[in-house]
């Protein structure tokens, strides 16, 4: 019995030494039975994105900065090729109005698409932070995914749009005339 009575004064000291450092007023787990078993009913364990320091906060503003800047640059360029197109097709006498419809309906259509599918991949993204353990993995790896499907999108809707724009231009100028 005094073994016993030696090894658990033993582990209190230890317990006590390992917890002293914390100064939480609701306790740890290794201090209150009940705060442990919350935790676990809560899913406390779970891993999440955890921000805990300026530095990764600012990284992680600058990334977003970095992706926003993407996207718009890009946005841009592709604006820019399509007022070359409009803009060549009038230097050589073709049918710049039609050719302006074909580009701006194609744009529209690529753009919206390409916002769902952003849209929709960054509600996924949010979800995948807090729910899973996956953290900064699942944040890297299904924001490239989202990139990926968005741009799939984008071009998909941009030749579905530039192919059948010719022919909605063609009704609508016979249907005014």
Known sequence: MAAFQKMQQGFHHEL???TGANKSARGTPLTS???ATNIARSSRNVAKLDIVSQVQTSNLVKFSQYTKFLGN???VIDFGSRVGNIHNSYKAGGNWERE???ES???IAATVAGTLAVDAGSAALAFLMVATPAGWVGLVIGGIA??????GASIWANGLAK???GHWYDHIINWID
């Open 163 to 165: 192919a059948d724009a």
């Open 73 to 75: 640059g890009l946005a």
């Open 33 to 35: 039975g009940t705060r």
């Open 105 to 107: 309906s194609s744009f």
């Open 16 to 18: 006590k030494a390992v």
């Open 146 to 151: 989202v990139v990926g499907i968005a741009a």
């Open 100 to 102: 302006m419809f074909i």
